[in-house]
Each structure stands twice: as C-alpha cells, then as structure tokens.
C-alpha cells in the first residue's frame, strides 16, 4: 500500500501545496544574545507566548523574572549572567540562561556554571543551538572565562540562576 502525499514538489524540490503555493525551506537558527531592555523583556515574555494555550501552566510574575535578569539584581556583584534568544525567520522560538556564582565556586571549591530559563516550542534545533550556545559563548565568565586559575568544569541546571530559586525554576 503505497502512502499519498497532500502536497507535490516543484520543479526546484520545494513541496508545493494543491493550490500551488510553493513552501519554503526552513531557515537556520540564529542565536543572539540577550543585552537590551527590550531584549529582556522579551527574553520573559517568551514562554507566555510558548505556554499560552495550555490550562495547565502556571506562569511565573513577569515582575520578578525581570527583576532576577536585570544588570541591578544585587547577586551580580558575585555573578556573572547570560542570556540568549534563538529566532527562526526573525521570530523567537527558544531562550536559555546561563549563570556562574562566584561566592558559591569559591566557598564549595567548584568551578560550576548554572542553566536555566530553558524554553523552546518544539523544534530540536533551536534547543540544541541553545544548548551549544552557553559553552562556547564569549560572555564574560559563563563557562568559558577563567575562574581564578581554573575555568569552569562542569554546568548544572536546571536552576533559575540563583540558588534561593532551587532546582528548575525558571523565575
């Protein structure tokens, strides 16, 4: 039994809908990093967007998420934070934080680095470019700065990028 397709292809290999409108090919994941104000707000108000249609999600205030990503937040005197956005064709599809606490790497004699704020619809890509992102990312001290003399050996999450916040939060 042989499956029938609900679309052709185009003479360039592109499916062609019945009506003859030609779909375009995806396009690549682009990962930028998150430094503006408007940048943070809509760094939370992602998975507002991501999470709207399901009765079970329970949104985090959006006051205190950005109270935790702003530059003032008092624990980034010891802190250094990052925070990305993927899009895909300009829109977003995906955010993720990454965080190293120096005060805890020095008092637990660790080079940790935290993650989190994790969200992606779902699309493989964007969550593996999130995911490649943070260990290769040139923001200062997350993962890949010196520690002191050591740099930072292994990353955790996830974790809303502060301890008091405990394990998988995200706000």
């Not at 609900?6 to 779909?23: H, T």
């Not at 205030?61 to 980034?76: E, F, M, T």
């Not at 890509?125 to 260990?135: K, R, S």
Request: aromatic share 10%; with cysteine; charged share 25%.
């Amino acid at each position: 039994m042989s499956a029938t397709r609900a679309f052709s292809l185009d003479r360039a290999g592109y499916p062609q809908s019945p009506l003859g409108l030609r779909s375009l090919p995806v396009m690549a994941v682009e990962i930028k990093p998150v430094r503006s104000r408007v940048a943070r707000h809509r760094f939370v108000d992602f998975p507002f967007r991501l999470f709207k249609h399901d009765p079970t999600w329970v949104p985090p205030l959006r006051i205190s998420v950005l109270d935790r990503i702003s530059p003032k937040y008092p624990a980034n005197d010891h802190q250094d934070t990052a925070l990305w956005m993927a899009y895909r064709d300009g829109k977003p599809v995906g955010r993720i934080g990454a965080c190293v606490d120096h005060k805890f790497n020095e008092f637990q004699d660790q080079s940790w680095a935290w993650v989190g704020f994790f969200e992606a619809f779902d699309d493989p890509e964007a969550a593996a470019a999130l995911f490649d992102t943070v260990p290769h990312s040139p923001e200062p001290a997350v993962l890949r700065a010196p520690l002191g003399r050591r740099r930072v050996g292994a990353s955790h999450g996830p974790v809303g990028l502060d301890l008091r916040q405990g394990e998988g939060r995200a706000g």
